[in-house]
């Protein structure tokens, strides 16, 4: 039996003789477009997935109060949102609802389905982009608007049964959970010290010192996308400019290609974009960019530039001693890391003097956040050790 | 009998009465996707309009070598432009073909085509998107890869007869042309001292001054696009980075709405372009701002600042008495205007001391360039009292 | 008999054979510091200089109210300046006083000082550093605060007679004199399309076109130091941010000295300084540098690199002949033209295909505005065949 | 008795009756300019303090050979550093001078000097400006060029005595002494969670994590000044562009200060320096800020700002409980920490959501880093509860 796959959907994994369906954890990762859940097994391994959009009363940008003036733009985009509901209890639902499935899931598939311990009493773990408290409240989330302020472990676990004796649910940031599985059972196995960095559409991150997840005074440590690299930068959804994950990201990327393109450079992109460089896009740019297209290369080592850029800032201030870098773009690989790290040695304080800091690539594809999520429940710690 | 409006491709004009076929002038506009031509009368009506596409292997970015290590891009990208004739020669064969179908247009449509002189013997005047040098040499032409050094109007003149006493054709830059129209048919009639910018996918523009075209010692003047106002912001095909063209232009407005609808804003102008933050292009936020949406016209506002602060910049060199601002982004007209002058009064030297420079629309639309090649071919200077 | 060299402070110069004492005329320079007069010959030779500071109540930053807020500096900063007369009753009287020197100066020593025309019936030209209308009123002038709205010719004029039939005084801007001295018997003689850029503790220009010196509808035109160029840059005493005067200037030199000072840099200018890096001032580094300090002439390729960017930037627009570079900073002379030239060639739309524009220093030195001045005021008219 | 106050330079501490001659601790601060040695009691008072200038040939620009080219600057500049022996020799000289004299200093002042125990069996620390390896050796340093490599406290150890036995000093990073010694008795005490700057010419700073002094995989943790927030801005030391230490320091301050005084602003600073603009310093500009100037006032906001924006980076990254903020610039107090939390709340990610982090100013002034490197070599770690 095999652990699912980045990017894999399927919701089987056939069993192995030794699954008896007990020690089972859940975890569900939260993003502002897709909620995706796991079952995993004693030893981690992946028993069922699943996946539902975010529910779009919850989607948006909760930073726009914050940019506008009173009475300008806040004021008409509150039109896009549902009112009714809280916009945590339609995202409690969703994730209520995938975990039955999920239950169901490996109910079905195991050897004896009554071997199965009832969710409730089981270890669920939720990831979620934004600022988690260490207690579970989510305090900001740009891509969860209207959330903040919800306990979502908590309206979950309402969802789940009145049963007495129930356990809770704590929900934690997402680049946390993806951080503690990359830590227990991928790309930073045994590192005491490290960044795992999440380059997707924005970026997230997560520190390891001392061998855990280090998660700060109030657990919100390591929002390293919101490092302001250039204050006269485009402008982020977190209501600043030039923050790192404007350059080191998906967005960056789809930027760096339309100015490229617009340019008059780029032309197998622009081929790709059926001909208008106003269509370029990221992937447009890494297809032609795997394809050997110098051009798009070009782009992808700037793009590069930035991810070291941002790098080397992490280094000089946490000193790691290896970097795990995954999310999105991770699909750019050796093509992306490779400049990624040239950079980062031609940028860091005290460069040569100080010695390599090895980039390398996370290993648990898009699953990361959610494997962590249901391994956080169930240790009830970032630490591995515990 | 009505000039064809700008956009209009009809190259069919109602004959007035007092249509004698005789004082016919031509005028070509060659850009870099398309080449429009036009027939005018004495009067400078526009009696017939052509359009062909620019020949595809004259296209391309020039300036591309430039900016290129040794046997890197340069290298590869010259697989896409065809070998055998000099690109110079495809576009003159594009340019004589349209002229002889605006000389059969306006033939078959005068009350006696015995009447309309022979192509060759009447004025014909060619604008090109260039640096084209006084006696009619292209010399630098991002736009149309490989046709520097060309002497189009010649190639066109060896293209349209044999006769002896055959007149010449002198090519001069297209923004010139524009402007020479402006200061004799349209909104710079009367003008001393001004200045003719265009905002198209690039920009272009020319300087007025005691009363004519000032096209300077060579012919170059006006690149008004090639400023550079911030030698750290984006490439721009001529090969330096931060040029004003980069920012107050078609592509200046796609720069800015990609950031925005990156940094999870520009909702409405997302969704015309389905959803997907990276395709919104610079026309879905001009469609969507002129529907009254704030995040579209919050983005037309900074593209307005654009184009202010490089008013400021000519304003503070030139001292004209008025602006006049043409090209593609024309259509968004006061949307754009009106926050350009704010940026325009705020930004210039002298404020409020010097006095308001007033910053008005061009009146002859995309014919514009055309219209002012055929007016220069007949008059043989870019001055109306000559 | 020769000229008075740049920088001569010596009023007196031995009479010649010719020397008839008529045929003379006067011109002053009004500066934010000094205020020079000279008085030349029908040959252009200065016969008399004179120099006296700018009187202290005229000096300061008109900016200021523009850029505070309501009750903010602009309110406390106003003790700086005295009350009582109008700034521009002080400047006059400053000037009126230094032409009655150079009058007795120059009767004093002519052969029959009978010879000498009164100062009143005698061309007198002014100019100033600022903005100044066609008509001779100030505009706007950042270093003469508070002078903003006077006609200081009119006001001098006042102070220098009773007579009837007396001539009249019509001030100019202080670059356009320097360039038409400079095209008259300097660098830019014969020259028909040219820009004269003085390089001093702020940035000047003038344009020549067709021969003459172009000063736009109102006279304004040539502000070619408030042209900005990085939007985010230095805050400029005109209340704007990045003009060009603030990097291709003595202040430009002034921070990139103490930037690079405080960067480790400059060794021997910091020595020169005292030691202390925050003491380095631009002559250190111009100093250093022409001892052959390899980190000084780094700062000075620095500054050349952005004289040569704004000088791409006005090539492009005007398409110049030539460009003669005078002001403070030309005593850097090839030192700084090198780098200069090299950065225009660079930097310049089109580049080779463009051709070179040769840049040269200026022949006149510091003398220049109150010479043009005076020539000005002889001929009536910023153009040499007039 | 008193602690020595910051900035006090006496050597001579009264004693008190409690005070017994054992238990003593010696810290050593090596910075660019100055080596600050103390020697403390079981309490942590000061017993004595030294000063002596960092040796010559120790200071320098260890970054320079990194950004020249081959054959350029880098060779030029060696002639300032003296050839013999390794720098390292001479700061060690420099040292076990100084600690010598603080231990004649608390041995003459200590009821029976018998009970003072010899230098080599006591606890000696040493804070060094750079990167210093978890083994002591220094790795980076480019305000000790050339000292790079060596291991400061072998050389020390070796210098103080021949005796068996003797036991190790262990060099460390000054500013992590500085932190230790605020956690131990300063304004860092009891936090868990904390950060904590100096601003001084440059900006050092270490991370509090767990209630420890945190210095990462190699002891190179902290490194906050160098952490790039514009990569296009000024040259570091350090070999790049745009660290927050050339923003948020005096180095920072030097440089807005010259900017505003050039840019006409600063009257009073600049009538402090003499009348200059050139010559305004970062005190000038403090000074007249004291004393109420409001254009003061305004560069020490501007510096403020910066100072806010790199704390909001260093908030998103570590969520900290606490920010301390000491260095030279501290004299500014409340002046600059008042803008600076200001920006900081304005910047965080996440602002009013994720609550106010509190920064406050430094309690132990210039000793602290002696200090600390002498409380760590007792605790034999960088946790107090050790």
Request: proline share 4%; net charge negative.
């Amino acid at each position: 039996m095999t652990r699912l796959g980045p990017g894999g959907e399927a919701s089987a994994v056939a069993g192995s003789p030794r699954w008896e369906g007990h020690e089972l954890a859940y975890g569900v990762d939260v993003g502002g477009t897709k909620i995706l859940g796991v079952a995993i097994d004693a030893g981690g391994e992946v028993r069922s997935q699943r996946r539902v959009p975010t529910p779009r009363q919850a989607a948006g940008s909760a930073a726009r109060g914050q940019r506008d003036g009173p009475g300008g733009q806040a004021a008409r985009s509150g039109g896009s949102e549902t009112s009714g509901s809280h916009p945590g209890e339609a995202v409690a639902d969703a994730i209520a609802a995938l975990l039955g499935e999920l239950h169901r899931d490996v109910s079905g598939r195991a050897r004896d389905d009554a071997s199965v311990p009832a969710l409730a009493s089981s270890p669920i773990g939720i990831g979620i982009a934004g600022l988690v408290e260490t207690g579970g409240v989510l305090r900001f989330a740009p891509n969860l608007a209207g959330a903040s302020g919800a306990d979502i472990g908590a309206l979950v676990m309402s969802r789940l049964c009145d049963e007495a004796g129930r356990n809770s649910i704590c929900a934690k940031n997402d680049a946390n959970c993806t951080a503690f599985a990359e830590l227990v059972l991928g790309a930073a196995r045994g590192m005491r010290y490290g960044i795992v960095v999440t380059l997707g559409t924005g970026v997230g991150g997560a520190l390891i010192v001392d061998g855990r997840v280090e998660t700060g005074a109030r657990g919100f440590a390591g929002e390293v996308g919101h490092m302001v690299v250039d204050p006269n930068g485009p402008a982020c959804p977190c209501g600043k400019r030039g923050c790192w994950e404007r350059y080191a990201s998906g967005a960056g990327l789809a930027r760096l290609a339309r100015e490229a393109a617009l340019a008059g450079t780029l032309h197998e992109a622009v081929r790709l974009a059926g001909g208008n460089p106003e269509l370029v896009t990221g992937e447009h740019v890494t297809a032609a960019a795997a394809g050997g297209d110098t051009e798009a290369l070009h782009v992808i080592d700037e793009l590069g530039w930035w991810v070291g850029l941002g790098l080397a800032n992490l280094v000089a201030l946490l000193d790691p001693e290896r970097i795990v870098v995954g999310g999105g773009l991770g699909h750019a690989g050796e093509m992306l890391l490779e400049p990624s790290r040239s950079a980062l040695a031609a940028l860091v304080e005290g460069g040569a003097a100080r010695g390599t800091v090895p980039v390398v690539e996370a290993a648990l594809g898009e699953q990361a956040g959610a494997v962590g999520a249901a391994l956080a429940a169930r240790t009830g710690a970032m630490d591995p050790v515990v």
